[in-house]
């Protein structure tokens, strides 16, 4: 006995198409590609009336490993917690560096907070990244490959990684340097005996 023809035409395959739509892969969004990474966590003791009450404080940095990074701190009654409150502080306080060929800084800087001061220097290429603790984690996040820097004052991490920041703060590329002082990126570029560009922002900054 012949089998009497299914309804609807093709209407289960276009079913199986949007289930394999919807299960697919999703577009990429704002936060697809930032990379997290805990830098400190801490367990903080408060004394009340019945004893004492026990929290988690997080330090995370985020970024996108192509001049973006942040940081954040959280503080909760569980790890997780806490290190989820410290991740969205950090992404909404990211802030733009810009990079020399994608890889290392465009001149050398200092930072300073409190009583942690940091150092850092660009490297040519091949350096990696030469920094430990807290810095690390910054560097890495930004999208630095090669680079040399050091802690030359306290070894607290909210105070390194602070003082790093404001170090990134005053980072300036040829470009934006040359906007400031009304003149061209090739005025602000020296030449060197190889026929290499050689920049100067550092003294263009300075002066």
Same mark, same amino acid.
């Given at each position: 006995?012949?089998?009497?023809?299914?309804? %609807? %035409? %093709?209407?289960?395959?276009?079913?199986?198409?949007?289930?394999?739509?919807?299960?697919?892969?999703?577009?990429?969004?704002?936060?697809?590609?930032?990379?997290?990474?805990?830098?400190? +966590?801490?367990?903080?003791?408060?004394?009340?009336?019945?004893g004492r009450r026990f929290s988690f404080a997080a330090l995370m940095v985020v970024g996108d490993g192509k001049g973006r990074?942040?940081?954040?701190?959280?503080?909760?009654?569980?790890?997780?917690?806490?290190?989820?409150?410290?991740?969205?502080?950090?992404?909404?306080?990211?802030?733009?560096?810009?990079?020399?060929?994608?890889?290392?800084?465009?001149?050398?800087?200092?930072?300073?907070?409190?009583?942690?001061? +940091?150092?850092?220097?660009?490297?040519?290429?091949?350096?990696?990244?030469?920094? %430990?603790?807290?810095?690390?984690?910054?560097?890495?996040?930004?999208?630095?490959?090669?680079?040399?820097?050091?802690?030359?004052?306290? *070894?607290?991490?909210?105070?390194? +990684?602070?003082?790093?920041?404001?170090?990134?703060?005053?980072?300036? *590329?040829?470009?934006?340097?040359?906007?400031?002082?009304?003149?061209?990126?090739?005025?602000?570029?020296?030449?060197?005996?190889?026929?290499? *560009?050689?920049?100067?922002?550092?003294?263009?900054?300075?002066?």
């Amino acid at each position: 006995m012949a089998q009497a023809p299914q309804r %609807g %035409g %093709g209407g289960g395959n276009d079913r199986n198409r949007r289930d394999n739509n919807r299960n697919g892969p999703v577009a990429d969004g704002p936060d697809s590609d930032i990379v997290e990474k805990l830098v400190h +966590i801490n367990r903080v003791a408060a004394t009340v009336k019945g004893g004492r009450r026990f929290s988690f404080a997080a330090l995370m940095v985020v970024g996108d490993g192509k001049g973006r990074v942040g940081f954040g701190h959280g503080k909760a009654r569980e790890v997780p917690e806490a290190i989820r409150k410290a991740t969205e502080e950090a992404k909404k306080t990211m802030i733009r560096v810009p990079l020399r060929e994608n890889r290392t800084l465009h001149h050398d800087g200092n930072g300073r907070w409190g009583a942690g001061k +940091i150092m850092m220097r660009a490297a040519p290429p091949g350096t990696g990244v030469i920094a %430990g603790g807290p810095m690390r984690a910054v560097l890495e996040t930004l999208g630095v490959h090669d680079v040399v820097a050091k802690s030359t004052g306290s *070894s607290n991490p909210y105070n390194m +990684i602070r003082a790093t920041f404001e170090a990134l703060k005053v980072q300036s *590329s040829p470009r934006q340097v040359a906007s400031k002082r009304g003149k061209k990126v090739s005025d602000l570029m020296g030449r060197r005996n190889d026929g290499a *560009s050689a920049p100067v922002e550092a003294e263009a900054v300075e002066s």
